[in-house]
């Protein structure tokens, strides 16, 4: 979060790369979620030193992004462990000379089984005719849009997982475990403000409501499968989320105007000791 920003405008960026988005300039859905929480979280996210070390761990959703939306990084970004007997002490030591090696490569290391549960993942997908439908059409994945809202003037961007080529449909893909917790995931991490806010920026950049699409793969098996749904949220999930969206939209456009972050939490009593 420390890399210089550059100034951007509205607009689509179809070569963005992930890291030069996250740095840039703009209101995100990321950020959002901070300021229903706690509008000081957004200059501390900013500034707060980062631990390297903990960033250096497998993120299993985004390697399951990357093997589906950009197949061609999969390997240039991943690399997936031969298996070790770590029982033994020659086995400890071919681990670790595997992963010196793999130190000046840049690339995330995966253990076998974590190599072989995500190529399962990636196959089930692609198992389900709605999302596999979804993949073939012709689109483009991890595009940056950016685009100046009208109500506020602040300057917002979102990065769809993939959107269609040809029809207004865009795609997120999320890891969940437990194909049955997703609707509460959908409420928690507030995907529907997600979709209000996705959908305002595709229709800014191309003059479309899109059909918001969220691909749910689940890390567990369920009968030796990892499920796959492909959800809508119903028009009620829609409402609410774009009200918190523009609720929390105004708090920041106050907070950055005023340049006024200074908040504290109220902690209520849990309902478990009352």
């Given at each position: 979060m420390n890399a210089e920003v550059k100034p951007i405008g509205p607009g689509l960026y179809?070569?963005?790369?992930?890291?030069?988005?996250?740095?840039?300039?703009?209101?995100?859905?990321?950020?959002?979620?901070?300021?229903?929480?706690?509008?000081?979280?957004?200059?501390?996210?900013?500034s707060a030193p980062v631990?390297?070390?903990?960033?250096?761990?497998?993120?299993?959703?985004?390697?399951?992004?990357?093997?589906?939306?950009?197949?061609?990084?999969?390997?240039?970004?991943?690399?997936?462990?031969?298996?070790?007997?770590?029982?033994?002490?020659?086995?400890?030591?071919e681990e670790a000379a595997f992963l010196k090696k793999c130190e000046d490569t840049g690339k995330t290391v995966m253990s076998a089984e974590d190599g072989r549960k995500l190529q399962l993942m990636r196959d089930s997908v692609m198992a389900h005719p709605t999302a596999r439908w979804f993949?073939?059409?012709?689109?483009?994945?991890?595009?940056?849009?950016?685009?100046?809202?009208?109500?506020?003037?602040?300057?917002?961007?979102?990065?769809?997982?993939?959107?269609?080529?040809?029809?207004?449909?865009?795609g997120d893909v999320k890891k969940v475990d437990g194909i049955e917790r997703f609707q509460r995931h959908a409420e928690e991490f507030r995907y529907h403000v997600q979709d209000a806010m996705y959908s305002d920026g595709f229709h800014n950049e191309?003059?479309?409501?899109?059909?918001?699409?969220?691909?749910?793969?689940?890390?567990?098996?369920?009968?030796?499968?990892?499920?796959?749904?492909?959800?809508?949220?119903?028009?009620?999930?829609?409402?609410?989320?774009?009200?918190?969206?523009?609720?929390?939209?105004q708090t920041y456009h106050r907070c950055s105007a005023n340049n006024d972050w200074i908040h504290k939490v109220t902690l209520e009593r849990p309902y478990w000791a009352r």
């Amino acid at each position: 979060m420390n890399a210089e920003v550059k100034p951007i405008g509205p607009g689509l960026y179809p070569d963005m790369p992930n890291e030069a988005y996250h740095v840039a300039p703009g209101v995100s859905k990321s950020v959002l979620d901070m300021v229903a929480e706690d509008p000081s979280m957004v200059p501390w996210y900013r500034s707060a030193p980062v631990d390297e070390e903990k960033t250096k761990a497998l993120d299993m959703g985004q390697a399951l992004h990357t093997i589906l939306l950009e197949p061609d990084e999969y390997e240039a970004r991943f690399i997936v462990a031969p298996e070790f007997n770590r029982r033994t002490n020659a086995g400890k030591e071919e681990e670790a000379a595997f992963l010196k090696k793999c130190e000046d490569t840049g690339k995330t290391v995966m253990s076998a089984e974590d190599g072989r549960k995500l190529q399962l993942m990636r196959d089930s997908v692609m198992a389900h005719p709605t999302a596999r439908w979804f993949f073939e059409q012709d689109g483009f994945s991890e595009q940056s849009i950016f685009w100046s809202d009208e109500e506020t003037g602040e300057l917002c961007r979102c990065r769809p997982d993939r959107r269609l080529a040809n029809l207004p449909f865009v795609g997120d893909v999320k890891k969940v475990d437990g194909i049955e917790r997703f609707q509460r995931h959908a409420e928690e991490f507030r995907y529907h403000v997600q979709d209000a806010m996705y959908s305002d920026g595709f229709h800014n950049e191309f003059g479309a409501w899109p059909t918001f699409l969220f691909i749910a793969v689940s890390s567990t098996v369920n009968c030796g499968r990892y499920p796959v749904r492909v959800f809508e949220l119903s028009a009620d999930f829609k409402a609410a989320g774009h009200e918190l969206y523009r609720r929390d939209l105004q708090t920041y456009h106050r907070c950055s105007a005023n340049n006024d972050w200074i908040h504290k939490v109220t902690l209520e009593r849990p309902y478990w000791a009352r």
